[in-house]
């Protein structure tokens, strides 16, 4: 184990450049729409067959947490999610920094990204082996009802409007009904149109309602007077101790979340931040904030999406179960380099394991340094005019969601998107919802469809298994109780008048 | 950007020149580099395309691109192949993209028996005899498995289970894919055997559903089984004609009285009506590849046979499969509830309910009042982003129709997009032309893009 840390750091001077260039690369990918991190991974595993088995890892997982990483940049300076884990960012990192603190946003952001990172760390050297088997334990009804803990929570993110904030995320649900059905896999109401036959894809849909709707935006925005961000101080992006200890509650909790999502197989990094961001808003002190700019948004997200790497790689090492797509194709990379993943690999190879493990911590130290140093100069993308930026991003994500299935339909999908997004925004209906509900619903289905199809169509083992019971009264408690709280809240405005009597008395 | 200091002006003049400079270096050099392709008559003059119809990483593609680099290293083609990954609804948008393109012999699809699947299963409307098959290359055989602790103890044992019992021992599948149909195909076996299917997805996800003992019994690739094995599976089958030589221990299901051979092989297709002569041509490379020692050592590594077949024998062996899975009935009871519906109606009473609240909002408080006011401003910010999104929709039907380069076109894009955000007068425009990098951005950024997408990371842009 010494000997690989040895190796990993001051031994061996490749190790070194590989786990500089590979997150590097990473962390560029993940900043660029359409470019995923699974994407690089698999287009850089046939270079690494000239490799030592340890080196290609060392890479390769080195790709894995800069791409992680990265989206948090554009994400947060630019609203254009550079990868779906990041679009929880979106919501609070972008008001944050056209509030004129992008440095500070990407500071929580680094920060928070680095924290998550080492927590789930922590459980992958230390608990890989006993937890590996939670996620078998687990059958279809339990998944189904722990995801609808969190599609319930949709009620908590709505912002000031419930209605909205309902309404918002059934349309999320209803976007994913086109398509594949994630439970039986017969295409439906595709209205014929054969593109749709796979559905709107992740991608184009988030670009669309967050980057393009945001374009619209601001391209309508007559008269250079806009809100454009013109000092920004470069200060804030090392925080100091006392932020660190502010958000430190937030930061764990986020992180156990992250690496809990991550052992799960089939759920990604963005579900990670989506349920990390719910719970800590629900725990909030300041629930009102969350969308508006609100650091404990940031916070949950990033320290998430970071703590999924390494909540994905417990299965991996110690089961060769891949916990994401990447997962996957770092199994493979271990099959090419004729190591054969599964229970034995953690005897038989040692080294390779010990390698993916080391990596993972000295990658997100690096991502942490090159973040940091580099964020000074990133966070001035926020005070380029938009005559500059503006065209520059729109290309981005036309070119970006071509790329992702080298397709011409998600481009339109996106513009569609785009203008759905920015109708919604015009109407204040709260975006989140939608996201959680379009990225939660297809997973939930499948679930319940594949508990459903071995059970004959039996619900009985939801309330029979105790994991699937707790999250369902759980779900219960969590939808009953933001109607209770909005019925007493809007019988108290009513006896004041005016609701906007409630909001001076905040400010 | 106009400065007030010259100083600093000629730094950015400076800085200017020197990003152009070496831009036109680079564009030289690739140009050099990429040049004297099309005086060669002979097919193929140029690059062909190689569409994997899953996203990067996978099975496929890892199998298309081991080719793909086989060809290159060993010059089998004097052109590249292109690996173009077109993902999504169990491989059909690749394939119906393949099927659309020009039978030239310069669109090329690999697709495993998913092809055969989709069109039975009613996913889509054409199935092989929409396209030229050339080769069927790469054997891997199936694994019948189930959990170590498993009250089965021989392939025999579980069909007479699946008898006696039908339609409760839960077989673990991809519905509608190859996997499915491989239970299918084995419960036919046995007249009066029945498994319930399962969605499960994934290699690794049907791994642990067995493991976990959430179902009975379910099909991994040879391969898949190796590297799950000591995690608790154990195999019941293998479905090759004699046993492997790599897990000897494994007996077939033929030696147990079951006729279920079957394995999963590559099918490399052309669009239908592509000439015989490049078909043949092709299926030359291709065998030539599987006979190259790369191929039989990364091959093996799988645990995969460096099988191909063309001509008359192959397919003979694609009307065995298509028989074989025609002959099953894939459909499954309809036990889940009526989802579209149900979320069809949610949003609809939702969105009502979100209006009426809305209006209420509006008429208690003074809201209409302020609108009123906007309203000259708002109707031309509505008009400015009508006018974008019109723009927008302009090029990517120019990108998607016409056949202009894309760095033309994002070019004039990009400058129309800068102007509507600069300001529409003529002071505003000639200040735009002459005193900003505007320009230079235009044209400096669409060639940036293209060559990081085509050259780097091989993405052909519309």
């Known amino acids: ?507 | 950007m106009p400065n007030d200091s010259t100083s600093k002006l000629t730094t950015h003049m400076l800085i200017r020149d020197g990003v152009w400079l070496a831009v036109l270096i680079a564009m030289i050099w690739y140009s050099m580099d990429s040049g004297s392709n099309d005086s060669n008559s002979a097919y193929p003059n140029r690059p062909i395309t190689l569409i994997v119809p899953f996203g990067p990483g996978g099975e496929s593609d890892t199998f298309a691109r081991m080719i793909q680099r086989t060809i290159a290293e060993n010059q089998f083609l004097d052109q590249e192949v292109v690996v173009k990954n077109v993902g999504g609804a169990g491989a059909t948008i690749g394939s119906g993209q393949a099927r659309k393109a020009d039978p030239d012999g310069y669109t090329m699809l690999i697709l495993h028996e998913a092809l055969i699947t989709a069109q039975v299963s009613g996913k889509v409307s054409y199935g092989p005899e929409s396209f030229e098959p050339i080769a069927a290359s790469g054997k891997t055989n199936m694994v019948i498995a189930v959990a170590e602790d498993s009250p089965y103890q021989t392939l025999q044992e579980l069909m007479q289970a699946a008898k006696e019992t039908p339609n409760e021992l839960v077989f673990a599948a991809n519905l509608g894919a190859p996997v499915h149909y491989a239970g299918l195909i084995l419960e036919k076996e046995l007249p009066g055997a029945h498994f319930v299917y399962t969605q499960k997805g994934g290699g690794a996800s049907r791994f642990e559903a067995v493991i976990g003992g959430h179902v009975d019994v379910s099909a991994f690739s040879l391969g898949e089984y190796v590297s799950f094995k000591d995690g608790g599976l154990r195999a019941i089958a293998i479905s090759s004609e004699v046993r492997h030589p790599e897990a000897m221990e494994i007996p077939t299901a033929k030696e147990q009285g079951f006729n279920f051979v079957h394995a999963n092989m590559h099918f490399w297709w052309f669009p239908k009506e592509t000439e015989q002569s490049k078909i043949d041509f092709m299926a030359d490379v291709i065998r030539k590849c599987m006979a190259t020692p790369q191929v039989h050592s990364q091959l093996a590594t799988r645990l995969s046979e460096p099988f191909i077949e063309t001509g008359q024998p192959m397919k003979d062996v694609l009307k065995d499969r298509i028989g074989k899975i025609q002959s099953v009935d894939a459909s499954s009871p309809d036990v889940l509830p009526n989802i579209p519906l149900w979320v069809s109606v949610a949003t609809v009473v939702s969105f009502v309910y979100w209006l009426l609240s809305k209006n209420r909002a509006a008429d208690s408080s003074g809201t209409i009042k302020k609108t009123e006011e906007n309203d000259g401003m708002s109707g031309r910010y509505l008009q400015t982003a009508g006018v974008f999104v019109g723009v927008t929709s302009l090029y990517l039907l120019a990108l998607e129709y016409l056949p202009i380069d894309f760095r033309i076109l994002t070019s004039i894009y990009m400058f129309d997009v800068a102007v509507l955000c600069y300001g529409l007068s003529r002071k505003q425009f000639k200040r735009l032309i002459l005193d900003s990098y505007v320009p230079d951005m235009v044209i400096l950024f669409p060639l940036v893009v293209f060559f990081v997408f085509q050259s780097f990371f091989s993405i052909q842009l519309p």
């Open chain 1, 1 to 507: 184990m010494d000997d690989v840390i040895y190796n990993l750091t001051i031994g061996d001077p490749v190790n070194l450049f590989w786990v500089g260039l590979g997150t590097m690369l990473g962390i560029l990918v993940g900043a660029i729409p359409g470019l995923t991190g699974a994407m690089l991974i698999a287009l850089t595993l046939p270079l690494t067959y000239a490799m030592q088995p340890t080196e290609a890892m060392v890479l390769l997982v080195s790709m894995y947490v800069g791409s992680i990483s990265g989206g948090l940049i554009t994400a947060t300076l630019l609203r254009m999610p550079g990868t779906p884990a990041s679009v929880i960012t979106t919501l609070d990192g972008y008001p944050m920094a056209r509030d004129g603190k992008p440095g500070r946003a990407l500071g929580l952001g680094i920060m928070s990204s680095f924290v998550g990172g080492l927590i789930s760390w922590g459980f992958l050297i230390l608990l890989a082996k006993p937890i590996s088997h939670i996620s078998t334990e687990l059958g279809d009804f339990d998944y189904f009802a722990l995801v609808l803990v969190a599609l319930v929570l949709i009620a908590s993110v709505s912002g000031k409007s419930l209605a909205a904030g309902i309404f918002s995320g059934l349309f999320g649900i209803l976007v994913t009904i086109p398509g594949e059905s994630p439970a039986t896999g017969v295409t439906r109401a595709t209205l014929g149109i054969e593109q749709l036959n796979g559905g709107f894809d992740l991608l184009p849909v988030l670009i669309g309602l967050f980057a393009v709707s945001q374009v619209i935006h601001e391209v309508a925005q007559k008269g250079g007077a806009v809100e454009q961000v013109s000092k920004v101080k470069p200060e804030g992006i090392l925080l100091g101790a006392k932020d660190w200890v502010a958000h430190l509650v937030n930061m764990v909790r986020s992180s156990v979340i992250g690496t809990w999502v991550g052992i799960l197989p089939g759920i990604g990094a963005n579900v990670g931040s989506v349920m990390a961001y719910s719970a800590a808003k629900s725990m909030s002190k300041e629930p009102e904030a969350f969308g508006t700019g609100s650091e404990e948004g940031v916070v949950a997200s990033e320290a998430a999406n970071n703590a999924t790497i390494g909540g994905a790689l417990i299965p991996l090492v110690a089961m060769g179960i891949p916990g994401s797509v990447i997962d996957a194709i770092l199994l493979g990379a271990l099959i090419l380099h004729g190591l054969q993943p599964g229970v034995l690999l953690f005897q038989n190879n040692p080294d390779v394991v010990y390698t993916i493990i080391f990596t993972m911590l000295i990658a997100n130290i690096a991502m942490f340094g090159m973040m940091v140093l580099s964020a000074k100069w990133i966070s001035r993308l926020a005070t380029i005019p938009r005559h500059y930026l503006l065209p520059v991003v729109i290309v981005f994500c036309v070119v970006g969601s071509y790329a992702l299935n080298n397709r011409m339909f998600d481009v339109w999908v996106m513009l569609a998107f785009g203008v759905v997004g920015f109708i919604m925004e015009r109407n204040k209906i709260p975006l989140a919802p939608f996201v959680i509900g379009f990225v939660l619903a297809p997973i939930a289905e499948e679930k319940l469809g594949a508990g459903l199809q071995a059970s004959s169509g039996s619900y009985l083992e939801l309330v029979q298994r105790p994991v699937a019971l707790t999250f369902v009264l759980i779900s219960i408690v969590l939808v009953v109780w933001p109607i209770y709280k909005s019925l007493i809240k809007s019988r108290s405005i009513r006896d004041d008048g005016d609701g906007q009597a409630e909001q001076k008395e905040k400010s």
